[in-house]
């Protein structure tokens, strides 16, 4: 069965940091990009970071970059997002997606196809 | 940054109904363009990738069509586990998601 299964989600501080981890089996995970996804209490999903099946791409939406970082260790098929300097507007439920590629007509289409159950963090 | 919006935020429609949601991109994002269904306390699910291919082991009802900056989301005859709620996202550049719209069984 493929899965995907967050943790390390936890109540921090203003200013404080977080680490979070994702497991993933049931698929070759280094065959894949890999993203991060948070959904903040009655809000819409937002894509916070992706990162290439080797780690040698990521990506960050603004509102992140410089304070979040994504990795992965494909050896133990886990990804990661440390988190620094965090505030209350990153109060969220946080979401590992597999980010896969479905190609048509030449061209790559990219999803968030698989989704972990998610893992909270608050900032208070 | 490209901005989704959809319309509209909620609707309410009976078992059997046919149902439209719209989202529409706030500049060209050719078909660049998926939905997934979200239920409460649970993660999105993958529906609908590149504006109208189905998503594997998702029901036939549903259908997506569209491009460039207008994208319709379609549920053919409306069933009681399609209560959700509905977003559209963009994977054109930046990626981004639509607000949302929620779907309630009368």
């Given at each position: 069965?493929?899965?995907?299964?967050?943790?390390?989600?936890?109540?921090?501080?203003?200013?404080?940091?977080?680490?979070?981890?994702?497991?993933?089996?049931?698929?070759?995970?280094?065959?894949?990009?890999?993203?991060?996804?948070?959904?903040?209490?009655?809000?819409?999903?937002?894509?916070?970071?992706?990162?290439?099946?080797?780690?040698s791409e990521?990506?960050?939406?603004?509102?992140?970059?410089?304070?979040?970082?994504?990795?992965?260790?494909?050896?133990?098929?886990?990804?990661?997002?440390?988190?620094?300097?965090?505030?209350?507007?990153?109060?969220?439920?946080?979401?590992?997606?597999?980010?896969?590629?479905?190609?048509?007509?030449?061209?790559?289409?990219?999803?968030?196809?698989?989704?972990?159950?998610?893992?909270?963090?608050?900032?208070? | 940054?490209?901005?989704?919006?959809?319309?509209?935020?909620?609707?309410?429609?009976?078992?059997?109904?046919?149902?439209?949601?719209?989202?529409?991109?706030?500049?060209?994002?050719?078909?660049?363009?998926?939905?997934?269904?979200?239920?409460?306390?649970?993660?999105?699910?993958?529906?609908?990738?590149?504006?109208?291919?189905?998503q594997s082991?998702?029901?036939?009802?549903?259908?997506?069509?569209?491009?460039?900056?207008?994208?319709?989301?379609?549920?053919?005859?409306?069933?009681?586990?399609?209560?959700?709620?509905?977003?559209?996202?963009?994977?054109?550049?930046?990626?981004?998601?639509?607000?949302?719209?929620?779907?309630?069984?009368?």
């Amino acid at each position: 069965e493929v899965q995907l299964v967050e943790s390390g989600g936890d109540l921090v501080q203003p200013g404080g940091s977080l680490r979070l981890s994702c497991a993933a089996s049931g698929f070759t995970f280094s065959s894949y990009w890999m993203s991060w996804v948070r959904q903040a209490p009655g809000k819409w999903p937002e894509w916070l970071a992706n990162i290439k099946q080797d780690g040698s791409e990521q990506y960050y939406i603004d509102s992140v970059k410089g304070r979040f970082t994504i990795s992965r260790d494909n050896a133990k098929n886990s990804l990661f997002l440390q988190m620094n300097s965090l505030s209350a507007a990153d109060t969220a439920v946080y979401y590992c997606a597999r980010t896969g590629a479905y190609n048509l007509a030449t061209s790559d289409y990219y999803t968030f196809d698989v989704w972990g159950q998610g893992t909270t963090v608050t900032v208070s | 940054d490209i901005q989704m919006t959809q319309s509209p935020s909620s609707l309410s429609a009976s078992v059997g109904d046919r149902v439209t949601i719209t989202c529409r991109a706030s500049q060209a994002i050719r078909t660049y363009l998926n939905w997934y269904q979200q239920k409460p306390g649970k993660a999105p699910k993958l529906l609908i990738y590149a504006a109208s291919s189905l998503q594997s082991g998702v029901p036939s009802r549903f259908s997506g069509s569209g491009s460039a900056t207008d994208f319709t989301l379609t549920i053919n005859s409306l069933q009681p586990e399609d209560s959700a709620t509905y977003y559209c996202q963009q994977s054109y550049t930046k990626w981004s998601f639509g607000q949302g719209t929620k779907v309630e069984i009368k």
